[in-house]
Every structure is written in structure tokens, then in C-alpha cells.
């Protein structure tokens, strides 16, 4: 259709017509099997408005989703098609590492090429909208959802937004295997007060657009189609509400003209935050707002036909949300094919098909961090090795937003060991499960009493004991510990940062009779990591890595892949120090580690400043030296760049990959900048003794930020040059802007 055809339609739609374009319901309304994201409570929905809802959530499958579209479409008096939307978080039946994980490879490119994957599982399934990228940046390991990020770096995350949009999208979401992006969540729902979930958001303007705007800004000017207002309350007022961070800021700054639709029941509650005195009030503050889509309550299709016909709402206001909803329908082809790519063949030829699992391997290969490694890694073979600890056997390897993902197309640890055991020694043992009865509270009430149960006739001493006699017996251990999939995600904040107490006593245990330990951290978090440092010889951090999280981790372990990652996140000394960010101001009292004054200086008594590991760190099986970091030129004028480089040699007796990462101080601001900040990075693969000159070219927008005076730029002044393997390098070139 074109722009005036789609006019005409909506002006020939009723007033219910057009307000049940704007509801969106789970597709449990249509007796659809569904995944529930949120709370089921009374949304107050009509029969009438179910039928002609414009968007359902939920609903995955090419057969059912044309059986329900084809019956929907019959009911609807102008046969307009309904949008498929679903949370495709890390892929869609081929999983690939959490987001978080996927940060760590620091290559957004990768993480395209993964999302145009996902894309076309979905496209084929019936799906039209991802609820993806989440572009929350988050500095605090406590809250749930940090495993949907990309991490703690504005940089990476504008990088990461734009790859994900465009591997989603595309040029054209109406053209095969494409689906439209939803970023969320607008906005700053990753900085919640005490990590713990749905709580007050409250961030300066400063902090605000220059450290969580840039994301969302990436998604919105890469072309993301559809926004969605987050849960939170931003220094006061619900996002959902906030007209002014909608209207203004999203749609006017950013440019952003595609659909805005409500996080689950956000509408609704923004009567509990006190900020709606009705469902009536909540509606006329969301349609002034600007949200164009009511996710989950029956507020839009109950209360705007009233609103609007006691003239409390101009149809104005209606109309133009309706014509978004239509405009992005029109967009992704559904008034000339409402099937698009929905094809129950293609379904079985593309999902789950080898050319996806390899790319998830390749995916969760490059997400593994090596935090330590005393000369243990690689295995070597003919060495007699034991594999213990609960993930050993485990296979619900993949993030808590794997919606579709099922245990049994997931590869193990075990499976992929004993599929390739070469000339290998080795034995398995479990140890004890993930979670024992004082761990239960950590995850979600209903899988603690599937767990409960799965434990009624386990002897954990006798687990114990055998694992321990594996231990005895072998050259080393890799022992699989860390956090059930369900610990993390979406309403699962956590005030402590440790293992679960039975996975700390395995450690202890297995340490007493054989300390050659090689930790395998399954996490979708930065966990408290200090009793594992002190018992292990090596720590690699998989996150949640998916379908292929077996064959990735034994290839890594066993040398065929290295692991090349590098933390997206800090990981805290302990709880105490969250949020722990790399890019934090320098207070006016500054204070480095092991300096011998500390008195009135900016630090704890009881633990240092800086995070057991630092945002970029991470090891490979060789080692690499940097030298020689030079700038063409001290002095930087208007218009001109500069260019820095750094000789890098690997130094080590293996090919490695080194992420070169460009750090830049600007020095004094007229609002305080952070010590360092990540400007660039560069994968760079040499062979052992091999060296390069790895060159970085310095431009003015890289130097710009949001000023005291609301205006965006870059301020003369000293800057300060750093490259290095992670944020904690020091040496530095400085330049002259003038
Ligand atoms: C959830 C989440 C949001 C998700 C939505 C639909 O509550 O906050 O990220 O996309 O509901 O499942």
C-alpha cells in the first residue's frame, strides 16, 4: 500500500476498529500454546477487543500462526493483518550466548550475523517483531537482566545496537527472512536504584546522555522500526508517561518515527507508581506520551473510545498511533502477503539447520573470557582428566530469555567430550546438582519445586564422595560451576554475588585432594569470583552459551579454538563495590590501589577501588607486548584527526587474537569526564614472534559528549591516549585540542 491508500484505510476504520489496532495480547487469547512474560492479571479485556487486536504476543510456529492469522483476518472489517511479535532475545530455536556473552567477543559483526540468523528461524515461524536489542547499559551485576546487555560500555553498546538492528532488518524488513527490532528499554531501565528490579531510576541529564542515550540512539538511527517504554520511573516520572522523554527526546532528537509500544502492563502501573489515578488517567497519559501500543491490558481498547469522545483526547492523537501500527504492517508486506515468510518446510529445512549451529558455536567460542590460567590450559592429551560439577551433564545451557530453546537440541559438555574424546583420559562425575535446598530461593518458585523434586531420592553425599574419588585419581579437574539459567534474566536481582552455597562446598571439597582446577563458569553475571581465584589454576567465564555451549567449551579447553573474549562488564571484588564501572569520574580526592596514604582519599577501608577483573581484560594461550605507542602530532585542530598507533608481538608460542582497545582522557571538561573511555578496539591475530603496528585514527566526534550546556561537541583542551589490552592501562600520549 502506499502512504495515501494507508490514509484512506484509516479513515474509513471505526472508532474500535482503530483503538484495537493499539491492543497487543498473549496468544493464550486465541487457545495458543504461549510464553508468558509477565504477570496474568484481569486486563479488563472485551471479547470484541481480543478479535480485533492488532498485534499478539507469544504465538511461534508456521502452521499455527497461519491457522490464527487466516481466522483473524476473516473477523477484521477491513481484513487488516495482525503483527506476530516475540522475544527473540539470543536466537530463536538455535541459541547463541546471552547478550552479555555475545559483548564479550567484542565484535558486533558477529553478533549481526547471529541476528540476521535468528531472524530468518523466526521469519519462517511467523514471527514479524523481535523484542531486541535490549540496549539497557548496566553497571550493576546485581539485577537480573545485566544478562541481556552488552555490557557496561557505552561505546560497545552503540556498536553492538546498530549490527543487531541491521541483522534483524536488514535494508528492507518486508524482503525474505527479515524482522523489525524492537529497542528496549526507553530508557535507562539497566540502572535500577540497589540492582534490584523494576525499582526508581534516577540519573543526572549528564549521566543520562552521555553514557545510556548512546545505545538507543545506535538502534534509532540504524532504522529500528518499533521502541519500547520501559517498567521504570526516570527521576520521577514513569517512562510510560513521560511525554517529554518520548515526545521530545525520542521522536523530535532522535528522529524516531516507528511504533512505541508499552513494556507488559506498563500502562496499568503506572497507577501503582502514583503517577495515574485511574485506568482512564493512565490512558490519556500514555496516548499523550505518545505510546502507540497497549501491551498486555485492556486500558487502551476500554478507556480511549470515551476519552476521545468527551474530547478529553483529540482523534488526532489516536489516528496518528493507528497509522504507525498500519505504517509498520504496510512496512514488512503483510497487506499484499500476511504470511510473509511463514512456511512450515522452510521451517524444517532452516531451524536448528548445521549452517546455524556452527555459527552458534563459532558465537559462543568467541564469547569465553580466560580470567586465569597458570600454565593448565590447553589439556593436553594422553593427561588423565576429570570432569566434575553440576554442568558436566547439563544441557539447559542458554540464557533465561531462550523462549523457545529445548534441552534436548542443546550439545553438553559430556556429549561433546565423549564425541570427540581423541586420546584423552577421561571421567565424569556431578558432584551435586546446580542448587541445593538453601540455594532454592535463587530462582523462580515453580522451578525450586521441579528442582526439589528432581532431588527427592539423591544421595548428595554419595555424589559427593564420587567426585571427589574422580578428583583423586586425575592429572586435573575441570570442574563446571556457577549460576541455574533461571538465577538471572528478568525479575531475578540477587544481593549477593556468590555461587550457590552446595557449589562452594564442591569446590573446597575437590581442592583438598587435587588442586589442579580448571574452573568452567557458567554465569549470566559477574559473579564474586575470590574463593574461586584462590582454588582454581584457571577460570573460563561461558556465560550461558547456548546450543553448542558443549562442543564450544571442549574445543576451547582442548586448544582447537582459544579463547579470545574479553569482559563487556566488570567483575566486582566483591558485592560491596556495585556498581563498579571503568569509566567512573576521578573524584577530587582520587586514590590508586596500594598507594601508602589513604586517608582522606576516595576508597574503602576494607577492599580495594578497582573489580577482581576490569572491563577488556582477558587472557588467550599466548601473550602479547605493546610498545612504541605514538601520535602523529600533539596538536589537533578543527576538522582534523589524529592517528595513534601501538606495535603489538606476540610474544607467546601459540597464534593468538588480541582486542587492541583505544582508551581517551579528556583531561578537563565543562562537566567532569570519566578517567578513561573506550573510543575503539581492533581484533588483531598474529602467529608467534609475529608483530604489527596497530593504527587508530582519532576524530573530533570521538571526543565529543554532551556539554554543561546541553549541546553536544568537543571542548579544547588536554587529551589523554591510551592503548592497551584492557581499561586498566596506563601509559598514556597526550595531545592538544584547539
Ligand atoms: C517483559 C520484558 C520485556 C519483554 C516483554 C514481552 O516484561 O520487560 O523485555 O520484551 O515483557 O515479553
Given at each position: ?241 513521560n ?5 521530545e527526546?525520542?521522536?523530535k ?30 490512558a ?24 476521545i ?51 552458534a558455536?563459532?558465537a ?6 580466560l ?76 522451578i ?22 574422580a ?22 536481582s ?32 559477574p559473579l ?89 581484560y ?38 593468538g587474537?588480541?582486542t ?9 571538561g565543562?562537566v ?67
Open positions: 500500500m502506499n502512504q495515501i491508500e494507508l490514509k484512506t484505510l484509516l479513515a474509513d476504520m471505526s472508532l474500535e476498529e482503530k483503538v484495537y489496532q493499539l491492543l497487543q495480547v498473549t496468544s493464550g487469547f486465541f487457545n495458543q500454546e504461549t510464553v508468558l512474560t509477565g504477570p496474568m492479571r484481569d486486563g479488563g479485556f472485551s471479547e470484541e477487543s481480543i478479535a480485533g487486536a492488532g498485534s499478539i504476543i507469544g504465538l511461534f510456529g508456521a502452521k499455527k500462526y497461519k491457522e490464527v492469522q487466516h481466522t483473524y483476518m476473516q473477523q477484521q472489517p477491513h481484513g487488516i493483518p495482525f503483527l506476530m511479535m516475540l522475544d527473540v532475545i539470543n536466537g530463536f530455536k538455535t541459541v547463541f550466548p546471552i547478550p552479555l556473552g555475545q559483548g564479550a567477543a567484542f565484535d558486533p559483526e558477529l553478533a549481526g550475523r547471529c541476528a540476521q540468523m535468528a531472524a530468518k528461524e523466526a521469519a519462517v515461524s511467523g514471527v514479524h517483531v523481535t523484542f531486541s536489542p535490549m540496549l539497557d547499559l548496566v553497571r550493576d551485576a546485581r539485577w537480573g537482566r545485566v544478562m541481556e546487555s552488552t555490557g557496561e560500555d557505552c561505546k560497545l553498546n552503540a556498536d553492538y545496537a546498530e549490527a543487531i538492528v541491521k541483522g534483524y532488518q536488514g535494508e528492507d524488513v518486508s524482503e525474505p527472512y527479515r524482522i523489525a527490532a524492537c529497542v528496549k528499554h526507553f530508557a535507562g531501565y539497566g540502572a535500577p536504584t540497589a540492582g534490584r528490579e523494576y525499582n526508581t531510576v534516577e540519573l543526572s541529564e549528564n549521566t543520562l546522555r552521555n553514557f545510556y542515550m548512546p545505545a538507543y540512539e545506535a538502534a534509532v538511527k540504524a532504522g529500528a522500526k518499533v521502541v519500547m517504554a520501559s517498567f521504570n520511573t526516570l527521576n520521577g516520572i514513569p517512562s510510560t508517561g511525554r517529554h522523554l518520548m515526545r527526546v525520542l521522536r532528537e532522535l528522529g524516531f518515527e516507528g511504533v512505541l509500544i508499552s513494556d507488559w502492563a506498563g500502562i496499568e502501573e503506572m497507577i501503582n507508581h502514583g503517577y495515574a489515578s485511574d485506568r482512564k488517567h493512565a490519556e497519559l500514555a496516548m499523550n506520551a505518545g505510546v502507540d501500543v497497549d501491551m498486555m491490558t485492556g486500558i487502551y481498547s476500554k478507556e480511549l473510545p470515551e476519552l469522545k468527551e474530547e478529553m483526547l483529540p482523534m488526532e492523537l489516536l489516528d496518528e498511533a493507528v497509522l504507525r501500527v498500519l505504517e509498520l504492517k504496510n512496512q514488512m508486506g503483510l497487506f499484499e502477503n500476511p504470511y510473509k515468510d511463514a512456511d512450515e518446510n522452510l521451517e524444517k529445512e532452516i531451524v536448528l539447520c548445521k549452517e546455524n549451529r556452527k555459527l558455536r563459532e559462543a567460542e568467541k564469547s569465553f573470557v580470567l586465569e590460567n597458570d600454565e593448565i590450559l590447553p589439556l593436553k592429551q594422553l593427561e588423565k582428566i576429570a570432569f566434575i560439577g553440576p554442568f558436566v551433564d547439563e544441557k539447559e545451557i542458554y540464557g533465561a530469555w531462550s523462549m523457545l530453546a529445548n534441552a534436548e537440541d542443546t550439545v553438553s559438555i559430556k556429549e561433546a567430550v565423549l564425541a570427540s574424546l581423541d586420546d584423552y583420559q577421561i571421567t565424569f562425575a556431578k558432584g551435586t546438582p546446580i542448587l541445593g535446598a538453601e540455594d532454592y530461593q535463587l530462582v523462580p518458585d515453580h525450586a519445586e521441579q528442582i526439589a523434586k528432581e532431588q527427592e531420592n539423591l544421595c548428595l553425599e554419595e555424589l559427593l564422595a564420587g567426585a571427589v574419588e578428583a583423586k585419581t586425575a592429572d586435573k579437574v575441570v570442574l563446571t560451576l556457577g549460576e541455574h539459567r533461571c538465577m538471572s534474566g528478568e525479575a531475578a540477587r544481593a549477593m554475588l556468590d555461587l550457590p552455597a552446595i557449589q562452594q562446598k564442591l569446590l573446597n571439597a575437590i581442592y583438598e585432594v587435587n588442586p589442579n582446577i580448571v574452573v568452567v563458569l557458567f554465569s549470566g553475571r564474586d569470583l575470590r574463593e574461586v581465584k584462590a582454588h582454581a589454576k584457571a577460570i573460563l567465564q561461558v556465560w550461558m552459551p547456548g546450543t553448542e555451549g558443549g562442543n564450544a567449551i571442549w574445543n576451547v579447553l582442548k586448544g582447537q579454538a582459544e579463547p579470545v573474549g574479553r569482559l563487556p562488564i566488570s567483575f566486582p571484588y566483591c558485592v560491596g563495590q556495585v556498581p563498579v564501572h571503568y569509566d567512573e569520574f576521578t573524584t577530587g580526592r582520587p586514590y590508586k590501589d596500594g598507594a601508602k596514604e589513604r586517608q582522606y582519599l576516595s576508597n574503602y577501608r576494607d577492599i580495594p577501588n578497582k573489580p577482581l577483573y576490569p572491563f577488556g582477558g587472557m588467550g594461550y599466548t601473550t602479547f607486548s605493546y610498545s612504541n605507542l605514538t601520535l602523529d602530532t600533539d596538536i589537533m585542530r578543527e576538522g582534523e584527526t589524529i592517528q595513534a598507533s601501538v606495535v603489538l608481538k606476540n610474544t607467546g608460542a601459540n597464534h587474537v588480541e587492541v582497545q583505544l582508551y581517551i582522557r579528556d583531561c578537563v565543562s567532569v569526564r570519566p578517567g578513561k573511555q573506550l573510543k575503539d578496539y581492533q581484533k588483531v591475530a598474529l602467529n608467534p614472534g609475529e608483530e604489527r603496528k596497530v593504527i587508530f585514527t582519532i576524530t573530533e566526534d570521538q571526543l565529543s559528549f554532551y556539554r554543561a550546556d546541553g549541546t553536544y561537541g568537543c571542548e579544547p583542551g588536554e587529551f589523554q591516549v591510551f592503548i592497551g589490552k584492557d581499561s586498566n592501562v596506563e601509559e598514556f600520549q597526550s595531545f592538544v585540542l584547539k
